[in-house]
């Protein structure tokens, strides 16, 4: 089977890929563990020196690496330039942290000495979604390596030439060869992968589907897994809400790399008493959107990352739609080359409609009218998702009382939800389980393993 990269603002091939076979897939396994014996020696400050340095040429070239995230999944070039920066971000910061998060724990018990330590567990493999090819894979990566561990990467099939880039960096920053490596494999090779005796647990960020699969294929060997899945965020605005700063940034978090974000808004619920004028305004600001060349630097909107996707966004709509939801603006896909599709808001009043439980994954609003505040938060946590949710109100303290009650792994009080490297990322539900990210995230693919000295 081959690999195909394929511009999704024209839908024309860029390049092919042939899959790796079952011998390449079994020597780069076994190249990894490899380097993991040595690499699992040195301190953490030699590790630093080259996750840091892997973060310096990210930057170095961001221009570089951004064009490739443009050209292959769509995303807006000024958003690509920030994702690479974000990945510098996230190397940058274990690099620095790592030392003294994973340092030796001293703990009282009936031992002249006991403590905890962190060691490396072995080879990692990671499969990443399409959506943000290098974030998501640093994050994972980062915190992996700097604990000592080695790490293979599966990445979604139609962004192999951002794989190859991230091999291309870390090789480049100093990396021992096989340490980090990508399989250019389809989704059917990655039960076989996670049974090697080598590989000793796997995380994913994608689909309940997928994750439950690779979930599945991990637990008939006993190998631990971190699983970052679908969402379908809330986005609730209370009545006593900035309503115009609530327009800003739920339009900014609805639309983010094309609204293909597992933390973007994707349901606004809104309380009765400013239904109405955030509706309004809302719609006024959607209609604004600058949709075009995602390589033009003033494009807000580029294109869906692949036909299948958009005509099954279009398909979510339609179908709410004859059940009754009330389409307010776009709904139908662009003519013309590529898979664009335009801001999208749709009123949604009753859970037979699709749009209520499914997740819409590309710029399209749900909106949601909420009787009062116990009304939002009812609607709010009726999904079998929970990764992350917003709470607007300038009544802070009533919104930390609010956010007790949501089911989810993160709140954001009158901010959109976004990851960030020294924060726990992750979901609960069908979003997922496990963390990433801060000290959380490293200590997921360690060995927490306590030392009793008498």
Known sequence: MALQSINPATNELIKEFNEYSDKEIQEIIEKSHKAFLNWKKLSYEERGSIIKKAGEILLEKKEKYAEILTLEMGKPYTQAVAEVEKCAWVCEYYAHNTVDILKKEVLESDASSSYVRFDPVGVVLAVMPWNFPYWQVFR????????GNAALLKHASNVPMSALAIEEIFMEAGLPEGLFATLLIGSKKVESVINHKFVKAATLTGSELAGSKVASACGNKLKKTVMELGGSDPFIVLEDADIREAVHWGVISRMINNGQSCIAAKRFIVVEAVYNEFLEQFTEKMKQIKMGDPMEKDTELG????????????????????????????????????????????????????????????????????????????????????????????DKNFAEEIAEEIEAGSVFINGMVKSDPRLPFGGIKLSGYGRELSHYGIKEFVNIKTVWVK
């Open 303 to 394: 294109p869906v990352a692949r036909m299948d996707l958009m005509l099954e966004l279009d398909d979510q709509i339609k179908r709410s739609v004859g059940k009754g939801a009330n389409l307010v603006l776009g709904g139908k896909p662009v003519e013309g080359k590529g898979s664009f599709y335009p801001p999208t808001i749709l009123e949604v009043t009753g859970k037979e409609q699709p749009a209520y439980n499914e997740e819409l994954f590309g710029p399209a609003a749900v909106i949601i009218k909420a009787r009062d505040t116990d009304d939002a938060i009812a609607i709010a946590n009726d999904t079998e998702y929970g990764l992350g949710a917003s709470i607007w109100s300038l």
């Open 140 to 147: 994972f990566a980062s915190p992996v390596l700097m604990a």
